[in-house]
């Protein structure tokens, strides 16, 4: 690992002016090309304390061993020069984006001296006019087969026509009427020539024109009483209008634009692009690419612009460019642009209408494909297997870690710390595993004291399940960690590896807590954010697992997941106690007379204002539960008055409840709080601590996770 003032360029050394810099390794390979607009402030943000930079800008600067640059004119030119050294050289810190697939275009070989129409992938061609792309060929084909009633251009090979010119005769489609022979000669070249670019000139979207041109000519042929070529165009015309029907209109001002989307995590990201050529979208395409830089999402847009259009000119760039965010600064990008189309580029974000609806389509598509390329990575068996296997080496373990826990702590600046336990078994999570735990022993923020006591409790119940059944033989370890109706038994099944989130305080905690209770056949490790570094018990130095290592992307889901669960069962605690209501005291009270007794009075506040006897006028509602209402909100301390967070205003009026209020209180939960945040409601912790389990729920968050659980047990919780 380099040291970064060992190769720093002395001062006054670096020109104060646009360029181009790289930074190479020790093997004289380039790792991170760059641009800016002063070169000298640029790279001295670079050669500053390591703590100050961004964890992936440290791990790139020390991995480094020298720096060049190159000065250009312009901030343009310097876009250029970045995008052609980041093709050539491939460096492995920058952002480059992978197609999941290569995508089939409509092409026009305008470069040869018969145009031919086909399916095209791979690398564009010069003098090639191409459409799209397009999801699948086959959606390519039926377009040009509706279209060659109208634009019979030629469709076969170089070897179909040669043979049909030697021999005199055209293919099927010259007879049906779908191609207009070219190769014998019943038409001209440069005849079939027109027919080519009245076909590309209705694939760019002037549809309209073309049309009304064809029903003048119906027109004309019905008053001179051609009726059969009045037919034929008729039918053309329904051709043509059949294929624009199979792109829905999108924006109806006819807009030729690229609408780019960004879907991002911490590790990756996923560009969508939608192509609209005459208001119709008439291609999509997608990359997703590793974060092995620190990028924001313009700077993501940024090198999609540079990946999408840096071979394009003309026609292939649209007037329009429409984007999530804006390039810093943007005035280079957007000249850039315009140099490539040869005429004016507008780079925005859509603000409303049309243009922002459809952006959010393509949003929700980013976001589709950033799931399915994460799903598809994960759930792929060979690196599953090629993930624990490194996983096993880097922590010398002596087999794969089949089963791996994790464990997180979450809490509000000190209020309602919580914890998580996620399961994965062969590199896939269990979530009929996965276990929330409340902080009891202490009040207040305490991360490393947090992660011990859960783990004491977690492995003093695996001890508790073990020594019911002392040595098993085959037969009898299956049958105790069962329970009758063959579920698993809560925390009966130990792990091989304990991952927690943090560094060396985590970990000690975590070993600590182990070797109290005697375990001394799991390892532990924990993952710090900083770096992602892998810390093992003691140990003085981290364990750095290769940034492109799949055990490295495995612990990073594993982390990742306690932490999403960690935070769903924080919020969620955090939003029943704003919800908390008097009422919930009330033995024997149940959700519907809660329910009822809201409705009738309108309001929380009028309820509380109430006698008992017109309590009792409440059906359902006897003296007794009465009196105990009353007694219920006299115990309760009054609740801090509303207060509009513009004006300063204190709210004197209270809202009346609508007919859906549970009656849990005033506050409305915030939206989308009362889940986990992974399509299910994990189970709620028993308030009874480590001991018997009297109210036949689960204690301690042994019980699996269960839809609709947090809402059944929501009095469960302390």
Same mark, same amino acid.
């Given at each position: 690992?380099?040291?970064? =003032? ?58 480094? #061993?020298?720096?060049?640059? /190159? ?10 020069? &970045? ?18 697939? =290569? ?47 109208? @634009? ?49 000139? @209705? ?19 019905? &008053?001179?009483?051609?009726? &059969? ?86 026609? =292939?760039?649209? *007037? ?106 062969? !590199? ?11 902080? *009891?022993? @202490? ?58 989130? !943090? ?14 209770? !005697? ?45 999403? @669960? ?13 919800? #908390? ?8 009270? !149940? ?14 506040? *009028? ?31 009054? #609740? ?43 189970? #709620? &912790? ?7 389990? /009297? ?24």
């Amino acid at each position: 690992m380099a040291d970064p =003032s060992s190769y720093r360029p002395k001062p006054g050394q670096i020109p104060d002016s646009p360029g181009v810099y790289k930074f190479r390794d020790e093997h004289r390979r380039v790792i991170y090309v760059g641009k800016a607009k002063s070169l000298r402030q640029r790279l001295a943000s670079y050669f500053q304390d390591l703590a100050n930079l961004h964890p992936r800008t440290a791990t790139m600067v020390t991995t480094a #061993a020298s720096v060049e640059w /190159t000065v250009v004119a312009t901030e343009t030119a310097a876009l250029q020069l &970045e995008y052609t050294w980041i093709k050539e050289y491939d460096p492995r810190f920058n952002v480059k984006y992978r197609d999941d697939k =290569s995508y089939p275009y409509l092409a026009v070989t305008m470069n040869e001296q018969f145009p031919r129409v086909q399916v095209m992938r791979g690398q564009k061609k010069k003098g090639v006019r191409y459409f799209g792309p397009y999801g699948h060929a086959w959606a390519i084909r039926d377009t040009v087969d509706l279209l060659l009633r109208v @634009f019979p251009v030629r469709t076969c090979s170089a070897g179909v026509f040669k043979n049909a010119a030697r021999t005199g005769r055209p293919c099927l489609l010259g007879y049906i009427g779908k191609c207009s022979a070219p190769c014998v000669d019943r038409v001209s070249a440069e005849e079939h020539r027109e027919l080519a670019e009245d076909f590309c000139e @209705f694939m760019t979207g002037r549809t309209g024109t073309y049309i009304r041109r064809l029903e003048r000519q119906m027109t004309d042929a019905a &008053e001179d009483m051609e009726y &059969e070529r009045a037919a034929r165009l008729r039918d053309d015309i329904d051709a043509l209008k059949k294929a624009m029907e199979k792109s829905a209109v999108v924006l109806a001002d006819a807009t030729d634009a690229d609408l780019i989307a960004v879907a991002e995590d911490e590790l990756e990201a996923a560009v969508q692009i939608f192509h609209v050529r005459g208001g119709r979208v008439r291609g999509q395409r997608g990359w997703v690419t590793d974060k092995v830089e620190a990028v924001t999402t313009a700077d993501l847009v940024e090198h999609a612009l540079q990946q999408l259009y840096g071979e394009e000119t003309g026609d =292939s760039v649209p *007037k329009e460019v429409l984007v999530p965010a804006l390039p810093d600064p943007v005035e280079p990008v957007q000249e850039w642009l315009t140099q490539r189309r040869g005429s004016n580029v507008s780079l925005r974000i859509p603000q409303r209408g049309d243009k922002k609806a459809l952006m959010e389509t393509v949003a929700r598509n980013a976001q589709q494909s950033l799931v399915l390329h994460k799903t598809k990575r994960a759930s792929d068996l060979t690196t599953r297997s090629r993930a624990l296997e490194e996983i096993a080496a880097a922590l010398e373990l002596d087999s794969a870690p089949l089963r791996i826990e994790c464990y997180d702590i979450s809490h509000l600046q000190g209020d309602d710390v919580v914890a998580s336990m996620v399961v994965f078994e062969d !590199g896939l999570a269990r979530k009929s595993e996965y276990r929330r735990f409340q902080i *009891k022993g @202490f009040e207040g923020q305490d991360d490393v004291r947090s992660m011990h006591e859960v783990l004491t409790r977690r492995f003093r119940r695996y001890l508790a399940e073990k020594e019911k059944t002392g040595e098993w033989s085959p037969e009898q370890a299956q049958e105790s960690l069962t329970e009758e109706d063959g579920r698993p038994k809560k925390f009966a099944y130990p792990p091989q590896l304990v991952v927690v989130d !943090g560094g060396q305080p985590q970990v000690a905690a975590a070993q600590r807590a182990l070797d109290e209770l !005697g375990i001394d056949d799991i390892a532990v490790c924990g993952l710090a954010k900083r770096l992602e570094e892998v810390w093992v018990p003691g140990e003085d130095d981290p364990v750095i697992l290769p940034r492109t290592s799949e055990g490295l992307y495995l612990l990073q889901r594993v982390r990742d997941e306690a932490h999403r @669960f960690a935070i769903g069962y924080q919020r969620s605690k955090r939003t029943k106690r704003f919800k #908390a209501s008097p009422l919930d005291a009330v033995p024997g009270l !149940g959700e519907a007379r809660k329910q009822t007794l809201i409705k009738h009075f309108g309001s929380v506040k *009028k309820l509380r204002s109430a006698t008992i006897d017109q309590i009792c006028e409440v059906p359902g509602i006897g003296r007794k539960t009465a009196e105990a209402v009353l007694a219920a909100f006299a115990q309760a301390v009054p #609740a801090a008055p509303a207060v509009n967070t513009a004006t300063g205003e204190i709210m004197e009026e209270e809202e009346p409840a609508t007919a859906g209020d549970s009656g849990h209180g005033e506050q409305p939960a915030p939206a989308g709080d009362s889940s986990d945040g992974g399509g299910h409601s994990a189970p #709620a &912790e028993d308030s009874h601590g480590d001991g018997p389990d /009297t109210t036949g729920a689960p204690s301690d968050s042994e019980a699996p996770t269960r839809v609709g659980a947090a809402r059944t047990r929501r009095g469960m919780e302390t």
